[in-house]
């Protein structure tokens, strides 16, 4: 990633669905891959055709493991922002009911 990025690959490139490397970096949970497009400048609440943010799917994909939610958080990922679907990172987290998850939203009525 860092090679691409430097050959002038752009962190916030879209495909065909709106995806962005941030999507999959936190679909996949490549938590070291989303760092990296992030300080590369990559837009971190880039929707996709469905409205999902990155975070939300971090949110979705956690597994109860929450150090790629706090990395979307601390670089301003909202966790307010619904999909087409009304749902929000947030209130996936409370579907969820995973206090892993939960407590990186803890901040939030």
């Known amino acids: 990633v860092?090679?691409?990025?430097?050959d002038g690959a752009d962190p916030s490139a879209r495909d065909d669905d709106n995806n962005t490397p941030l999507h999959f970096a936190?679909?996949?949970?490549?938590?070291e891959v989303a760092d990296i497009l992030i300080r590369a400048g990559a837009e971190v609440?880039?929707?996709?055709?469905?409205?999902n943010?990155?975070?939300?799917?971090?949110?979705?994909g956690s597994r109860g493991?929450?150090?790629?939610?706090?990395l979307l958080r601390a670089s301003g990922a909202d966790p307010l922002r619904?999909?087409?679907?009304?749902?929000?990172?947030?209130?996936?987290?409370r579907t969820i009911s995973n206090?892993?998850?939960?407590?990186?939203?803890?901040?939030?009525?």
């Open 45 to 51: 609440d880039a929707i996709d055709d469905h409205g």
């Open 82 to 93: 619904t999909n087409q679907h009304g749902a929000s990172p947030l209130s996936l987290a």
């Open 26 to 31: 936190a679909q996949g949970w490549h938590v």
């Open 65 to 70: 493991r929450g150090d790629l939610i706090a």
């Open 2 to 6: 860092e090679q691409l990025l430097r």
């Open 53 to 60: 943010t990155p975070l939300c799917r971090a949110v979705f």
């Open 99 to 109: 206090f892993d998850v939960g407590q990186f939203f803890a901040d939030l009525p």
